[in-house]
């Protein structure tokens, strides 16, 4: 073997390299030897893979995996390197303090230790490791003497016979070595040299003359350089013939060589492209793997690939397959990286973010050359990052560019059809919670509504404002008419009530009341009516009030047991209310008329019938209507009965529109009519709904017995002081209607009574709602009536009565004609006690009373020898009253002493 080492002088002029050329750009390289952070020894003793490994302090200590015990175990535990390179048996590194070469294995050429003869003090910046051989490329050029010191480079070499320094005399930028020679790059021109044994390799003559290259990977009998200019020098069909000249023609970024092949970087991709002749059995590079460092044994190739693990893979033919290890991509340089090299920084990558140990020092990767011709650059190359390239999915014409575009197509759709999925399924979810939450929103109010009447303050404030209007003085604030009109009441002319009643002529007269006659008419298209006219009294204000009030609640009230109004006529001071004709007059005229026959005719069953019917048109003011209505003269007159002996309550002059709520009293001045006066109501002027059930408690003493509210040719002349007491002892015989025989089972009667005397209880809040009332009359009966089921009410439930009804009743009313005697008890149904409305009750009990409503005539009785009179059946009242609920406050006393 001779070793041959030219004259650098001439260099330009002798090296011709046997080479693979390679395309392009900026790129660095290993070779079987060069330098990196990966090694791989390859001889007898089989490969062993040697890498600094990636700590959390980038402390480039050296780790070994393989089967040759004097490399795996002769690697120095905790000496940092800053690179490596192998040769056949052993692994040299480049010590990161000394920056000298030091070596281990079983290379018989290559000692372990730093390699001798040694400079002292000498630095390197790279080594490279042929078969059995070093050499090294000194760093600092200031330890050449000489006018062109600065143009100079020092190499060392050792071992196989080339142990020896060669000062250069140009700058050189990077070394290789080949099996048994070495090669550099001039810095200046970048045109190769090499030199060594030429007689074994026969490379040395090869190298080519002016050619640029951007760097050099030597094998072991070859030297393939990546060309600074060139685009692509080889057909892409030769690849892998066997020939490691015939080289890929894509561009490459780095390349290293083997024995007889070698293997490069694409540039566009960054995946492995290999060439030149392969062992038998040998596993090729893997696909679509990007990598960032190739290293070249005899005859297998290790790359660290771009992904987050980091952990080295090999190829080809008894080389290690894959590494337990993290490493660094690179090794590190004091410098910064130049142009076409980014700063490599760990992104997550397995280890620490710091991948250099000296603060200063950077590991530069090369960027990749540009974008494939269906890719377009979405970021360049820039200080920390290499270029990105992406699929052009308007110019792909590789397979790979398709099937990505179609795969991120149908990604696309699918997302896309998932997210419309997505909001759809929100839509309809949304829909669902909006209609369930309208719907139960509306549900509890109408539940709300129909349970507690809780109407809102605007309705209630309507409806108060128009019920209240009558109470201002002045006369002329009255309810819109306008807004009557829109309602149910029609409107009619005077001449036209005035014809139908043929001039409100005393034959058509059927009743009488405080403040107003009653007609019977006939209108023009034949409908029966009863006219209610109010008197022209002196006191205008009140009679109007009454007319406007009942003209108002009536309007809006609808029940078939309470008296329906058909119209009203405002003509100048005329007021007129036109109702539905009730054929058999009112249950006062029955009861307590002048024919003894009506009141025979009014039996039992009928009794409680109508006392039923009237329950629930009761019910119907304090629990339906909205604002809860409070009758406040409920009383056997103003209970009617229609053609089919049906009850009507009527009479909603003194009606009020209670509070939403029940319990809660209004302080309402007492008015009513005497004898079925509330006496928590004209005592404290607490006004609620159990007002009228006291009212109707007197008027189911009446249907029971026969007997006035008060009656003053009776030693007890009021009906509730009279009866309650017998009916608490038991002694309901005594109290039941002489007129007609008593039932064969007195229970319906008793459960009447029973109901009766809570009526009348002194206290409202002890006596029971009106519906508790009806139900139990309905028992009552059903009782009477033989029903075997006492729960079911024996009368059908009413339903709202509509146009329909009206109809059926101007028809029915028609065909009949009120009789002699129910015009006759006109008069008589006014032997009672009444306050009007506009006098409050103290005063009225007095004087006032008397002449408001009825003559003294029609009052027998009323001073009785034994001195009693209605002042002392009120104030027995009072006194009960007293026991019940204690006695007075004081300003209750003031008010009673002053009123009483
Ligand atoms: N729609 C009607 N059909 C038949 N008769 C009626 C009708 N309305 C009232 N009457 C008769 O006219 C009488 C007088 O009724 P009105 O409502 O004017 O006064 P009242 O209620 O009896 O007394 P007050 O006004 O003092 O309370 C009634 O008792 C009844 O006999």
Known sequence: MTSQWPKFQEMDHVLVLAVCFLALLPGWSCGLGSMSSIAVAYGEDGPVFCALSLTSDGSHIVTCFGTDASVLYGAPPNIPFLGLTAGDGFVCGLLLDSRQPYCWGSNSYVKSGVPQPMIEGAKYSELSAG???????????????????????????????????????????????????????????????????????????????????????????????????????????????????????????????????????????????????????????????????????????????????????????????????????????????????????????????????????RLCLPCSAGCPEDWYESSPCNATADRVCQYDCSKCVTGECISFCLSQKQTK???????????????????????????????????????HCQCSNNELRLAKSTAYAFRKDNMGIQPDMEDLKIRRAQEFSYEELEQATSGFSEDSQVGKGSFSCVFKGILRDGTVVAVKRVIKAADMKKSSKEFHNELDLLSRLNHAHLLNLLGYCKDGSERLLVYEFMAHGSLYQHLHGKDPNLKKQLNWARRVTIAVQAARGIEYLHGYACPPVIHRDIKSSNILIDEDHNARVADFGLSILGPADSGTPLSELPAGTLGYLDPEYYRLHYLTTKSDVYNFGVVLLEILSGRKAIDMQFEEGNIVEWAVPLIKAGDIFAILDPVLSPPSDLEALKKIASVACKCVRMRGKDRPLMDKVTTALEHALALLMGSPCVEQPILPTEVVLGSSRMHKVSQMSSNQSCSENELAEGEDQRIEYRAPSWITFPSVASSQRRKSSASEADIPGRTTTDGRNIGSSIGDGLRSLEEEIGPASPQENLYLQNNF
């Open 131 to 361: 078969d059995n051989h070093l050499f090294a490329l000194r760093a600092a050029a200031n330890e050449i003497h000489g006018p062109n010191a600065a143009m100079s480079s020092l190499i060392d070499c050792w071992a196989y016979n080339m142990t020896a320094t060669h000062v250069i005399d140009e700058a050189v930028s990077t070394i290789s070595a080949g099996s048994v020679f070495n090669c550099g790059l001039f810095a200046r021109n970048k045109t190769v040299f090499c030199w060594g044994d030429e007689t074994v390799s026969g490379i040395v003559g090869l190298a080519p003359r002016n050619v640029r290259f951007k760097s050099i990977g030597a094998g072991g009998y070859h030297v393939c350089g990546v060309l600074e200019n060139a685009r692509q020098v080889a057909p892409a069909s030769a690849i892998g013939d066997g020939d490691v000249n015939i080289v890929p023609m894509d561009a490459i970024v780095s390349v290293v060589g083997g024995r007889f092949h070698a293997c490069g970087i694409r540039s566009l991709d960054r995946q492995v492209a290999c060439w030149g002749f392969a062992l038998r059995n040998s596993t090729s590079p893997p696909k679509g793997q990007k990598m960032y460092a190739l290293v070249a044994g005899d005859y297998f190739t290790c790359g660290v690939p771009a992904e987050t693990s980091l952990m080295p893979r090999c190829w080809g033919n008894s080389g290690p397959m894959a590494l337990p290890m993290a490493v660094p991509p690179g090794i590190c340089v004091p410098n910064a990286c130049s142009h076409g090299y980014y700063n490599y920084e760990n992104h997550g990558e397995v280890g620490s973010s710091k991948v250099c140990k000296p603060a200063n020092s």
């Open 413 to 451: 759709s699918r997302k896309l059809i998932a997210f419309q999925l997505r909001i759809f399924v929100a839509e309809i979810v949304f829909a669902i919670i909006l209609v369930l939450s309208v719907s139960l929103i509306a549900w509890l109010y109408v539940r709300h509504k129909l349970q």
